[in-house]
């Protein structure tokens, strides 16, 4: 095993055997930070701190079972002896896997079972190069990478554009170029025409060439302006549907950590960001560098001594620079952050707003709002003022290069050694110079914005799924809906399992009711089964294939869900209906209403099955919704269905309804059915009573009844003791 | 609970207070938590905070090796020096949140957020993905920082650091 080489050899000298397990720990007995070894051999446990001897032994016949008790940001493996329990380690959270494991391990030893065996998930993973921890799935350490990467993947969104881009390249060029014609004609004007007082026609030559080179200049710039939005809207459009597409492909475990109302953010705004910079930033950059570089070679060339005074202030100004460059970065992410926490907190309250009206917290919620909004101001303020203060600084020291050529020249001219318009020139050359300079702040601004934003959006498309799909899917075609539950074990925390050890066969058809209390296990297992989540041990199989080597896509065309949040997208109740097969006829939208008992209520709506729902449309009530979500997977198809407390929630005679249409969609299905009634699991050919993720019983209701201290029993008799209780209140 | 009857089950459902003088704590010769609740002794007892940010030293729920809740300490001031003490030290274990006493830097390194931290508990260095997420604020200046492996550490309050610690801190709170 691969974790026992990496047990110190100053340990392993001293060790009375050979090791069979290590283990280290992070934490010292007393809590505070530092290594410990836990070593095992045939004989004996021992633990090591920094000393050459075991701070603790305990011999191996002492040990009865090991367990490790996870606290909060951290955790103890105890070992039960036969005189009490006894600390052996102490840990942080980020080896509760490998704790767990070991305790796993131990207790295994201990019972003298077959050790379980050793996988890559308990263990956390650290970059060989600089030991910080690498994230699941991946290989590269995101520290070792170049820092350039970002920057060039996000370039790499241009490249199906790289022709416009050229062209648009080509017109910067040429303007750059023509741009820099006017002051040299200006130096032509005052030193061959004004300052000989030559009347000839030179003038107005001079005059035209200004004239042609400023309309030319514009038209090339309105080019490369049309240009510039085109790209620039195509890429955005390209971003914002590889980073909706990468949510889309997330599992929903990702989602379940997450609020979800942060993601519209970063689909808008982030992606915006990001375009801003690949265009305009830039074309800037290579605009204005260009253009720095052609006015250096004419200074240089008009009089090379002057325009080295232009250049004092520059090294200034590019240590200047680099040194905001990070100190800009952060804080518009601080800024973005702030942002970030004003959306949640509106996303949030807006979802609740009856419930925020019920309590009338409108004045509470007025004020968290304010709280977070200052906070956005305050931040605010923090980047635009540090960017407000450093434009005027950049001008201020290139001003200083100015005053010195005008010094310098000026009294060259005096003297005679240099042309008046050669120093004109020159100035105007400098004050052209200076424009760029500043559209050098602007762009850190603009490339650290986009940057934080790509790191946003490159880190949801770089999460990997939960749930991979395999690599060689097995192609199932129609299933018969035989599904096996072989040793599943699931937590939504890998050490803090929800099911364990779960074992059942569902015949093909078979209905199955799932019972228990609430927070047993129920709609995990059905979670499990749609494969939202892949179980961490053990295996579901579907007509005798590993769920895990079915492509999803297959899968959900098997599985039918009626839930029990119903959720009607937004668009009308045809379309809702007919969301899994969106070619299916009118017909048959209503054949599946009519068998779900919706037709009759929807044909009475003004609007029929054209009738808006969802977010802004019209509002069916909660059996109403019902009924065309189950419609909806009667359309599906499924040879699985998946019922979630179809009927919770709604009065007798809807309930009626809904069981009605129900009962015909579950014929020749194989069905998972998870009820709070009972009665509404009377149907069912087997029920399964799970308890503490644990199945407690199965068999039907009879045989279940006929149990006097079975679990289902005592379920059975509290809701008769209920609805007697509300018989009467009633 | 073997006696039953209707004041049994109102009792199901009411708090237990343990008064101070009711219960005595002490850790065991293998470095167990354990107890003497109303007489009755405990050989591994665990212990949650039932308010962990709002009152770290009060409300502390008190249960059994298998989790069953024996009853809520209202304050761990009202106990004996030796009980509090010996609590004390176990809510510390089970809650591993040092508290940060120097912020040595926090860097920026491509897509990983790095903090060196002196911690009441000694140094350490956290790793974050990201600040939006791993950073949280519950009022006041603290701040409770979680790396990505869920180790957690707690800044009392960042105004009150040292200056250099500030420092690192202005461009990330």
């Known amino acids: ?730 | 609970m073997q006696d039953g009857g209707a004041g049994q089950m109102q009792d199901a459902y009411e708090i237990r207070i343990i008064e101070p003088g009711q219960a005595y704590f002490s850790r065991g010769p293998g470095g167990v938590f354990q107890g003497v609740v109303d007489g009755k002794s405990y050989p591994e007892i665990v212990v949650y905070r039932v308010f962990p940010f709002r009152y770290a030293s009060q409300y502390i729920s008190i249960r059994d090796g298998k989790g069953e809740e024996i009853g809520i300490i209202r304050d761990i001031g009202e106990m004996d020096e030796e009980s509090a003490k010996e609590l004390e030290r176990e809510l510390g274990f089970r809650y591993f949140l040092p508290s940060v006493t120097r912020v040595d830097s926090v860097k920026q390194k491509s897509d990983l957020w790095l903090w060196e931290l002196q911690t009441t508990l000694g140094p350490t260095k956290l790793a974050m993905r990201n600040l939006h997420e791993h950073m949280q604020f519950p009022g006041g200046g603290r701040i409770i920082l979680t790396d990505v492996s869920g180790r957690r550490c707690e800044i009392p309050d960042w105004r009150k650091l040292d200056s250099h610690s500030r420092m690192q801190l202005t461009d990330v709170v």
């Open chain 1, 1 to 730: 095993m691969s974790i026992e080489r990496t047990l110190p050899e100053r340990i392993r000298k001293r060790l009375s055997g050979e090791p069979v397990f290590s283990v280290q720990a992070d934490l010292m007995l007393n809590g505070h930070f530092g290594e410990m070894w836990l070593a095992v051999t045939e004989r004996e446990i021992t633990l090591w701190g920094a000393e050459d001897e075991p701070s603790y032994r305990l011999d191996a016949r002492e040990l009865t079972e090991a367990r490790a008790v996870n606290g909060i940001g951290g955790g103890t493996l105890l070992a039960d002896t036969k005189n009490g329990p006894v600390v052996l380690s102490r840990y942080t959270a980020a080896l509760s896997a490998a704790f767990g494991f070991a305790a796993k391990w131990l207790t295994a030893m201990a019972k003298g079972e077959e050790p379980p065996l050793v996988s890559k998930k308990e263990f956390p993973r650290y970059c060989p190069s600089c030991g910080n921890p690498l994230s699941e799935g991946t290989q590269t350490c995101p520290i070792c990478k170049s820092s350039g990467k970002v920057l060039r993947r996000m370039l790499r969104y241009a490249k199906p554009y790289k022709g416009k881009m050229a062209i648009a390249g080509l017109l910067l060029v040429l303007t750059t170029v023509v741009e820099l014609i006017p002051p040299y004609l200006t130096k032509i004007m005052i030193d061959d025409v004004l300052q000989p007082k030559n009347a000839g026609s030179a003038l107005l030559w001079v005059v035209l060439g200004l004239g042609a080179t400023s309309f030319i200049m514009s038209v090339m710039q309105t080019a490369r302006g049309l240009i510039g939005v085109w790209v620039g809207s195509k890429l955005m459009g390209d971003l914002r549907n590889d980073i909706y597409h990468a949510l889309m492909r997330l599992s929903l475990a990702f989602f379940d950590r997450r609020q979800t109302s942060q993601f519209v953010g970063r689909v808008n705004s982030d992606s915006e960001a990001m375009r801003q910079f690949m265009t305009d930033g830039v074309i800037w950059v290579s605009a204005e560098s260009l253009r720095i570089v052609a006015i250096f070679a004419i200074m240089f060339g008009l009089d090379w001594k002057l325009t080295l005074f232009a250049l004092l202030p520059m090294p200034f100004m590019i240590t200047v620079s680099m040194t905001l460059w990070p100190k800009i970065g952060r804080r518009w992410y601080q800024q973005w952050r702030s942002i970030f926490r004003l959306n949640v907190l509106v996303g949030d309250s807006l979802q609740g707003i009856r419930v925020v009206k019920a309590f009338g917290r409108e004045k509470t919620e007025i004020s968290r709002y304010a709280e977070a909004n200052r906070e956005l101001v305050r931040h605010n303020i923090r980047i635009e003022g540090l960017w407000q203060g450093i434009f005027p600084l950049f001008s201020f020291i290139a001003g200083v290069g100015t005053l010195l050529i005008w010094y310098n020249g000026g009294s060259s001219v005096i003297r005679g050694e240099l042309q008046l318009g050669v120093l004109m020139a020159l100035i105007s050359y400098l004050g052209m110079l200076f424009a760029p300079l500043q559209w050098v702040s602007q762009m850190i601004n603009w490339a650290s914005h986009a940057i934080a934003a790509a790191d946003r959006v490159f880190e949801i498309m770089d999460t990997p799924s939960d749930v991979p799909d395999a690599r060689d899917p097995v192609p199932i075609g129609t299933i018969r809906g035989e599904v096996e539950f072989e040793h599943v074990t699931y937590g939504y925390e890998k050490h803090h399992p929800v099911l364990k050890d779960i074992n059942l066969r569902v015949k093909a058809g078979e209905m199955i009711g799932l019972v228990g209390h609430s927070g047993a296990g129920k709609s995990t297992f059905i979670n499990l089964i749609c494969r939202f989540y892949d179980t961490d041990e053990g295996r579901i199989r579907i007509d005798g294939v590993d769920l895990r080597g079915i492509g999803q896509t297959d899968l959900r065309k098997q599985i039918g869900v009626v839930l029990q949040e119903t959720f009607l997208f937004d668009g009308t109740i045809a379309e809702n209906i007919a969301y899994s097969k969106p070619d299916a006829t009118p017909e048959e939208i209503m054949r599946a209403a009519r068998i779900a008992n919706a037709h009759d209520f929807i044909v009475r709506l003004p609007d029929g099955y054209d009738t808006r729902v969802g977010e802004r449309g019209h509002r069916l009530s909660g059996g109403e919704k019902q009924r065309v979500s189950i419609a909806r997977a009667i359309i599906h198809d499924p040879r699985i269905l998946i019922l979630d407390e179809a009927t919770a929630s709604v009065d007798t005679e809807t309930e009626r309804q809904i069981q009605e249409a129900i009962s015909r969609l579950v014929k020749g299905r194989t069905t998972f059915a998870i009820a709070h009634r009972l009665s509404t699991l009377r149907n069912a050919d087997r029920l399964v009573v799970i308890e503490k993720g644990k199945i407690a019983e199965v068999g039907t209701h009879e045989e279940l009844l006929a149990r006097d201290d079975g679990a289902y029993r005592k379920l059975v008799d509290a809701q008769k003791e209920l609805s007697r209780i509300k018989g009467v209140e009633g």
